[in-house]
């Protein structure tokens, strides 16, 4: 089973919202990451967590907090977003996060900014 | 920096004929490379990857080639079929410092394969 499920599928939310999108894996992997794409662009990684420690920050914006609660759940919290946030935020996990560890991806949550 | 290029945007292709997809990149430090599809509103599968110890690994319809010395790798799917359309991408990660964990991805191929 790689399975990685992503909730919600779809979140509209004003500039002064504060939302969260959730994520989840029972596959016992120990990186989880959180990516944004754009339409008709390629991921872009947001952050890397291994074992329950972030351990890559790609120079996101502190309005995007994330949060590890454990080892099979990942949390991204919103807070004053911008309509350029708008995007496919994805969600992955991997047994390890060498770099020759698979990354398995959820469908993503639509995620658009008013 | 586009580190990892696609340069065709779409590729059409008729059921039961071989469907070849190419990447190239420009950074000597990746050494595993994967590729992923993506159908619209879901988040990509992955499909098969490469370790740069290698030129060639194959999983049934699927075979990915690297040329490490060009810098480019490609993905046969024989034969294509109607559910292969989806759109591709090549990602790579590279040895080393703080770069673990960070799949570098190209951007994306468009595959149709027509009855």
């Known amino acids: 089973d790689t399975e990685v499920t992503q909730t919600p599928k779809h979140l509209v939310m004003g500039m002064t919202n504060k939302k969260s999108l959730k994520c989840e894996q029972h596959?016992?992997?120990?990186?989880m990451y959180w990516y944004k794409q754009k339409a008709k662009k390629p991921p872009e990684l947001m952050f890397v967590?291994?074992?329950?420690?972030?351990?890559i920050n790609e120079s996101v914006p502190s309005r995007f907090s994330p949060e590890c609660p454990n080892s099979s759940l990942l949390n991204l919290h919103l807070h004053a977003l911008q309509p350029e946030d708008s995007a496919l935020y994805l969600c992955?996990?991997?047994?390890?996060?060498?770099?020759?560890?698979?990354?398995?991806f959820g469908p993503g949550t639509r995620l658009t900014v008013l | 920096d586009q580190q990892v290029k696609q340069n065709s945007p779409s590729l059409s292709v008729q059921e039961g004929r071989i469907s070849i997809l190419n990447c190239d990149y420009t950074n000597s430090m990746f050494d595993y490379f994967l590729w992923y599809k993506k159908y619209p509103a879901e988040g990509p599968t992955f499909l098969i990857s490469?370790?740069?110890?290698?030129d060639k690994n194959e999983d049934g319809r699927f075979t990915v080639f690297l040329n490490k010395s060009a810098k480019h790798l490609s993905l046969h799917i024989v034969p294509s079929q109607p559910g292969d359309s989806a759109v591709y991408f090549c990602?790579?990660?590279?040895?080393?410092?703080?770069?673990?964990?960070?799949?570098?991805f190209g951007q994306g191929t468009i595959l149709t394969v027509h009855p």
């Open positions: 990602a790579a990660s590279a040895l080393g410092g703080t770069s673990y964990g960070k799949l570098t």
């Open positions: 967590y291994s074992y329950e420690k972030l351990s």
């Open positions: 596959m016992g992997h120990r990186a």
């Open positions: 490469i370790s740069s110890i290698k």
């Open positions: 992955a996990s991997s047994r390890a996060s060498g770099r020759t560890d698979t990354q398995y």
